[in-house]
């Protein structure tokens, strides 16, 4: 086994070992310092609006001032006239939400970014963590992938809209990958799939994986916030839950927008028509969700509880009808997987294969500049901008530009949906594997023996 290997190893280290840690320790402190100095002098030097502009939290905040003064209005209000700029997101949440007007709004915006940076951190760390890493190997590699996914176009468009999806990664990561025997394992998963609904497929991905008591915590707690809410805000309840608008993916905007980097919005935008395209997604989200759940469990139940996690979470972001650009921050603990599976890879070819999907990762994520537009935002760019789109779209219309794509706008425009669709074939390949290998060989899959 070579050195890389023995860096991550359970066994106590040796000399080469620590050396390899320490470098990697170095490696990793100086890259996350560029990235943090880089991105701090970027916002200094550049007007709020450019870095840091907040459009969705101030969103989150008005609809939550809907909710105290104006509740029967919660879900019937346009942002700034705009029909396609809602509040999209449950009465519990417009609750929380009022709670951030207590602080002057760029003061917020700039507490959500330093909280969501800290967030994708910890994840990382995490994520390294449940992968099996000693302690100084876990740090580098900690800042070295945080310096690196910390410039990709959906955790720089997280931290521009003042988005709380990377704080809600970390929520569910936390509080999965706790021991089994904490009795309050599945309450952060449930808190977060109050505020959004596409966490609840990580319920039952405890259920599939015989987490029941788990899986009851976040039930309960997930409960709780809907009687919450019913007591609070009877009115908006009803209607986001017994009249089913929580299931109106459209409440969000133009279902095929450039941006919904989901099944439904690549089927939406081929086919040309929301509800044209309606019933071909529901049957490949079914298809996706039962192979994606069952490839999870297979790595649960094989000891890659992590891998398995991830699985889901990729599941969620493909079958969801609605997944933002900003929603695919699930890509860095992602990459942790990756890199341990290239780093442990004995075989040659297995070894370069792996390091080259994390790369291939970090480019299609990555926050390319929108050469095409002045009007683009630093580092608010990515690939996906290469094909146009329609501005503040929502309902249908045929003249939309999504549905006028050709050649390499395809590609470009559903770039971050390809993608994932392309690890998923990964995943899946890997379960499949692992569930027809005999059980002396399935600790070799990711090392490409």
Request: with cysteine; charged share 10%; aromatic share 12%.
């Amino acid at each position: 086994m070579g050195a890389q290997v023995r860096l991550v190893s359970k066994h106590p280290a040796g000399e080469q070992d620590r050396a390899g840690g320490r470098a990697l320790l170095i490696t990793g402190a100086a890259v996350a310092a560029v990235a943090a100095v880089a991105y701090l002098v970027a916002v200094a030097t550049h007007p709020m609006g450019v870095m840091l502009k907040g459009f969705d939290l101030q969103v989150y905040l008005d609809g939550g001032q809907q909710a105290l003064h104006h509740s029967g209005n919660l879900y019937h209000w346009y942002y700034e006239t705009h029909p396609g700029i809602q509040f999209t997101y449950t009465p519990f949440a417009a609750l929380l939400f009022a709670v951030g007007s207590v602080l002057p709004f760029h003061a917020l915006v700039a507490l959500v970014a330093a909280v969501s940076a800290v967030a994708l951190t910890a994840t990382i760390w995490i994520a390294f963590r449940e992968l099996g890493w000693q302690p100084m190997a876990r740090a580098g590699a900690t800042l070295l992938l945080t310096g690196l996914v910390f410039w990709t176009e959906p955790v720089q468009r997280a931290l521009f809209l003042g988005q709380v999806e990377l704080v809600l990664m970390a929520l569910v990561v936390w509080d999965l990958c706790q021991p089994d025997r904490r009795w309050w394992k599945g309450a952060a998963t449930g808190l977060a799939a109050a505020i959004k609904l596409v966490p609840l497929l990580f319920i039952v991905y405890l259920v599939l994986t015989r987490r029941f008591r788990q899986a009851a915590v976040a039930v309960a707690v997930f409960a709780g916030t809907v009687i919450i809410g019913f007591a609070v805000l009877p009115g908006p309840s009803k209607y986001w839950w017994i009249d089913g608008n929580f299931f109106q993916a459209g409440r969000t905007g133009f279902v095929g927008d450039q941006q919904n980097q989901s099944l439904r919005g690549m089927l939406t935008r081929l086919v040309g028509s929301v509800n044209g395209s309606f019933a071909l997604w529901l049957a490949v989200a079914i298809v996706v969700g039962l192979l994606g759940l069952a490839a999870a469990v297979v790595l649960y139940n094989s000891g890659r509880s992590f891998a398995g996690l991830m699985a889901c979470a990729l599941t969620a972001l493909l079958i969801s009808p609605i997944s933002w650009d900003h929603h695919w921050v699930w890509i860095a603990p992602g990459l942790a997987v990756i890199i341990d599976a290239a780093v442990r890879a004995r075989a040659t070819v297995a070894r370069i294969a792996w390091w080259a999907l994390a790369v291939a990762v970090l480019a299609a994520y990555g926050a390319w500049p929108d050469f095409w537009s002045r009007k683009a935002g630093l580092l608010q760019g990515g690939l996906i901008n290469y094909a146009p789109a329609s501005s503040f779209a929502h309902g249908d219309n045929p003249a939309y530009a999504e549905y006028h794509w050709h050649g390499l706008q395809l590609l470009a425009g559903n770039l971050y949906l390809l993608a994932g669709l392309g690890l998923f074939v990964v995943t899946l390949a890997i379960a499949i594997r692992l569930a027809v290998s005999p059980k002396n060989t399935r600790n070799a899959v990711f090392a490409g023996q």
